[in-house]
């Protein structure tokens, strides 16, 4: 079933005409309401009337992840905090947040989105999802949530972790649809193959599946393991949360909501636009957004677009699978981790150096991170519970910091390898 | 009485060990007492060496790290009970002890090396039970 065909299946040129209303109206907006953003504009010599169609998109300034740090936290809303109805926030580069705001009109646009998501994937309202992502700050697990319920299937919101649980549900509630990472996917099928259930007796038939990488192997091997379909999502916090962009049953790329973000791709390193077909840098402009509409963000995937008519009769432009970042952001177990928040707890604590090294593997199907830090010298104890203690201070402080366990290992001083130009610090051995 | 222990912290990795030994070695550093912490992440080797200051400073430039902690040596009868005593008396006195090593120089006598929380304490108890410390100065040439 297509949700909404007028605007999935609109020809090229009533796509962009809506756009193009809906990005002067935005422009405007932000001009009026974003004083930093104001600043950029004007330092390009421009104003929102210069802002006739989508073809002037190129002309606006960036919007970075640093910007949204730089006006923590709320910053960067058109909006007073009376109209917001919903915050949500994802990690930032370093120690703060990146925070986003959604007023009910932005709600109910995400929630349209997810709609069209689970529609694309197959979904309809006999079925039952078991929504599987993070509820809470993260978007997954209520922007998943509340698609569900526009669409009028049935939730459990049994939200992440508690494998057992997981299982039971699915068997004894006949869950039909998962929402969750790849690789937890990964994890419930090695666990029900331990379990010996036999995953006939299941009534799962399709996995939506996003907020880290994957691949077309790791998706046969999901799909033979859960005996299901496996639908790709998208989706970032910055510009909404998972329904972004969604596959179709073709898994031929995925269907961008493009009468709420234009796509563009952009070469990450002249910041010019690539023609279709390229692969580069996505950069999406809100088009309806209330709460934080963003004007050309950068958001460091990498990828191509793709304008043809899908198979599934939809026009919405597709992306393909993000083929990497422009930046050093790692995806860990569907947390956004970045060197430099580590970096950063490092520095404030004395007892550390920041010389550290990242390492990070992927066993049997979950991703783990094991840090080395260098001890400093004057900080040496020649106690081991001592030793031990400031092992446990790092591991907790990371913890809170990153949302994710790290395996903390102490090394002497000077053994992590120094280098004249930019420091490796991540070693990825997972193969994504 | 306060004798200054070498701690080295070490990577549990092959060939660390042996470095810091070739190291004292071909500075004609002696070792009179060693001992190894280890945890399944790291190890801490503790020494009495015979030029402490110098040894201290050669391991730095080696790029390890190094320090002095202060500990003390009791001399102690090579008999059967004899450790119990001792002990018995130092937590008598709520003394703690992080952690010791011991070696038997003859059938005579012993040295326990003792890192307690609170050494000034622990020299004062010993000696009023007339228990015998081994001087820095003879430690070391041992």
């Not at chain 1, 494998?163 to 937890?184: H, N, R, W």
């Not at chain 1, 299901?228 to 049953?249: Q, R, W």
């Not at chain 1, 020649?382 to 910091?401: G, P, V, W």
């Not at chain 2, 190291?23 to 790291?42: H, K, P």
Request: aromatic letters at 6%.
């Amino acid at each position: 079933m297509i949700w909404n065909e007028k605007i999935e299946c609109a020809s090229r040129d009533e796509m962009r005409d809506i756009q193009a209303e809906r990005l002067k109206e935005t422009v405007r907006r932000i001009y009026h309401n974003v004083p930093s953003y104001r600043q950029k504009m004007q330092e390009a010599g421009l104003v929102p009337d210069d802002i006739k169609s989508v073809d002037d998109l190129s002309k606006l300034p960036f919007t970075l992840k640093t910007d949204m740090r730089d006006n923590y936290p709320f910053g960067l809303f058109t909006v007073p905090m009376s109209e917001i109805v919903r915050i949500h926030a994802s990690s930032g580069t370093t120690g703060k947040p990146t925070v986003v705001g959604y007023t009910r009109k932005d709600l109910n646009n995400w929630a349209e989105m997810v709609t069209r998501s689970l529609c694309m994937a197959g979904v309809h309202r006999e079925d039952i999802v078991q929504v599987a992502y993070g509820y809470g700050l993260f978007t997954g697990g209520l922007g998943l949530h509340y698609g569900c319920e526009n669409l009028g299937a049935s939730v459990i919101p049994i939200s992440g972790g508690n494998t057992d649980k997981q299982l039971q549900l699915m068997e004894d509630f006949g869950t039909t649809v998962i929402a969750c990472t790849p690789s937890y996917s990964l994890h419930l099928g090695e666990e029900l193959k331990a379990k010996g259930i036999d995953k006939s007796k299941l009534k799962l038939r399709v996995g939506i599946f996003g907020a880290e990488p994957w691949t077309e192997n790791m998706r046969k091997e999901i799909e033979s393991s859960l005996g299901i379909k496996a639908i790709d999502i998208y989706g970032l916090s910055e510009i909404m949360g998972p329904g972004v962009s969604c596959e179709c049953e073709h898994q031929a790329g995925m269907h961008i909501m493009e009468d709420h973000f234009i796509p563009e791709i952009i070469d990450p390193e002249t910041l010019q636009p690539l023609p279709a077909g390229e692969i580069g840098e996505l950069v999406f402009t809100t088009i309806t957004k209330e709460g934080i509409p963003l004007i050309r963000y950068r958001t460091r995937d990498l990828t191509r677009l793709n304008y043809e008519k899908c198979a599934c009769g939809r026009t919405l432009v597709r992306m393909e699978k993000c083929k990497g970042r422009s930046d050093d952001m790692l995806i860990i177990r569907g947390v956004n981790v970045f060197p430099s928040q580590i970096e950063t707890v490092l520095l404030e604590m004395s007892e550390t150096s920041p010389h550290y090294l990242i390492i990070v593997e992927r066993e049997g199907n979950l991703d783990s991170v094991k840090l080395m830090v260098e001890v400093q010298e004057q900080f040496f104890s020649d106690e081991i519970k001592q030793l031990e203690a400031l092992r446990k201070k790092i591991t907790h402080k990371l913890q809170s910091t990153l949302g994710i366990s790290v395996d903390v290992k102490l090394v002497e001083p000077k053994t992590i390898e120094r280098t004249a130009g930019k420091a490796k610090r991540v070693i990825d051995n997972r193969n994504l | 009485m306060i004798i200054k222990q070498l701690s080295v912290f070490l990577e549990n990795k092959t060939g660390r060990l042996n470095e810091v030994t070739q190291i004292l070695g071909n500075a004609r550093i002696n070792m009179s007492a060693f001992s190894v912490a280890d945890t399944s992440e790291f190890g801490i080797l503790r020494m009495i060496v015979s030029e402490p200051e110098k040894a201290l400073s050669i391991l730095k430039d080696a790029d390890f790290s190094v320090r002095l902690t202060d500990v003390i040596c009791l001399n102690s009868p090579n008999e059967p009970g004899a450790l119990a005593r001792a002990l018995n008396i130092l937590s008598g006195e709520s003394v703690f002890i992080e952690y010791l090593y011991a070696y038997s120089m003859d059938d005579k006598t012993a040295n326990i090396v003792l890192k307690p929380d609170n050494i000034q304490k622990c020299i004062e108890v010993l000696q009023a039970h007339q228990m015998e410390l081994v001087s820095a100065s003879d430690m070391y040439k041992i």
